[in-house]
């Protein structure tokens, strides 16, 4: 294999793993969410195992083996989309760019279906015996993973959306693992070892390039370059539209699962949800302007969408900022900052009220992760010493007003590791 990319310094967040974990998915007892994230709701799925697609609308088409629905955000039923004759095993649920149709996958017999997402109806498209997952790279072309011959190999096709058989273009040993596309049109695959389940550290996540794909060669594990290795396993992976990190549900039958972040440069930056049930079907969907999938980003950002199978639950998951508020007592006046990282540090800016937006402006000054402020950058003024969070997550600074500056200053904190060594996030601002 070709080395892996040069790595940048390492994130801090790492750190996250083993802290406190903040909140439980509701109705999944067994799913711990880290510092930094927050569970903002969960539908029931419409039958064990069912797979399913989250469109851009919030709008979600779902395959139970038999019935292809449409619900909405609130898992209120839409409308049936079409259905097959007898139940079958359900892989994947896709949608077009467009979102004019979805291709739905069943892997008893190896069928593609293309379901028009308007109700109007379904048709074959192909057979690929044993596929996995799948990944559209354009309006009609797919590439799918599958393990046609159950023979240690997994092969990666491409499947031409407006007619021809499917075109093998990677082969790579192992059963199947799931696939993502960057933003930049790299395909990730995370590897998936031949033995059931599979043993610690035989996951790697690897990619290969756009030019590679576009190449016409077929490419091989020794095409790859390596993204990250030794990991336990691979159900799922989701790419972050916004900054391009990508999400691995590290998932084994009858071990923990995890939902792990890598920086685009590969970094491991820690776990955002951890579970002793077995966790899938990631998706990271685009649901505002300001922020991306990491701790204590806006979270009108992006949003996580996961399928825990044992709870029968699909869950949703974003980011959570701390919460900053300044506390007058005469003429002391105190900015606090709660639900930040517990045992860590902080380091309080502020500038003026009158170069202040409330629409944030998103800056990528700090590796790891966007820094989204009010503030012209010219404009901010900071502490020379850190501000010291405690094992609860809060953090104070107090200063002395004379009785002119009310009114005139805004405050917010970046957020520093356990370790202090890295800026990890940041706070909401407040006025004073």
């Known amino acids: 294999m070709q080395t892996a990319r040069t790595s940048r310094p390492s994130r801090a967040l790492a750190s996250l793993a083993a802290a406190t974990f903040l909140s439980t ?28 697609h989250t469109l851009n609308n919030g709008d979600r088409v779902t395959f139970d083996g ?22 079958v095993f359900t ?29 109007s109806g379904l048709s074959a498209v192909a057979n690929i015996p044993f596929h996995y997952d799948a990944v559209f790279e354009g309006a009609d072309s797919a590439l ?6 159950l023979c240690g190999t997994n092969e990666i096709y491409r499947l031409d959306l407006t007619g021809g058989a499917p075109q093998p273009i990677i082969s790579v040993p192992g059963a199947s693992g799931p696939v993502a596309l960057s933003n930049d049109g790299d395909l990730y695959y995370a590897t998936a070892s031949a ?52 999400v691995l549900a590290e998932a084994v039958f009858g071990s923990q699962s995890r939902l792990l972040e890598f920086a685009p440069d590969g970094d491991l930056v820690g776990s955002s949800v951890t579970s002793s049930n077995y966790l899938s079907n990631v998706e990271l969907r685009a649901t505002g302007t300001t ?22 639950l699909i869950v949703d998951v974003r980011s959570h900022r701390p919460r900053a508020e300044l506390v007058a007592n005469g003429s002391a006046v105190t900015f606090r900052v709660t639900e930040a990282l517990p045992n860590s540090a902080m380091l309080v800016l502020w500038g003026p009220q009158g170069a202040y937006d409330p629409d944030e402006t998103s800056y990528g000054m700090f590796p790891g992760f966007l820094f989204h402020t009010g503030l012209p950058l010219a404009s901010i003024r900071r502490l020379p010493f850190l501000s010291a969070v405690d094992g609860a997550g809060v953090g104070e600074f107090t200063y002395f007003d004379p009785g002119h500056l009310a009114g005139t200053l805004v405050f917010q904190a970046l957020l520093l590791d356990g370790s202090g060594s890295g800026f990890v996030g940041s706070s909401r601002a407040v006025l004073n």
């Open 291 to 312: 922020g991306h999938f990491h701790a204590w980003q806006p979270d009108s950002g992006v949003t996580l969408h996961y399928n825990d199978l044992d709870a029968g």
């Open 25 to 52: 998915a509701p109705g999944a007892a067994q799913d711990t969410v880290a510092p930094g994230f927050a569970v903002t709701g969960s539908q029931p799925v419409p039958a064990s195992f069912a797979a399913y």
């Open 144 to 149: 799918i993973s599958a393990s046609p011959c």
């Open 66 to 87: 038999v019935s292809i629905d449409l619900y909405d955000e609130a898992g209120g039923f839409l409308m049936n989309l079409g259905a097959l004759p007898g139940f």
């Open 195 to 246: 033995q059931f389940p599979a043993p610690p550290g035989s996951t790697d996540i690897v990619f290969w390039t756009a030019d590679q794909l576009a190449s016409g060669s077929t490419l091989t594990l020794g095409d790859a370059t390596v993204f990250h290795s030794g990991l336990d396993g691979g159900a799922a992976l989701a790419v972050d539209p916004v900054y391009g990190s990508l």
């Open 91 to 119: 892989s994947f649920v896709e949608s077009d760019p467009s979102e004019t149709y979805a291709l739905v996958g069943e892997s008893t017999f190896g069928d593609i279906y293309k379901v028009m997402l308007d109700g």
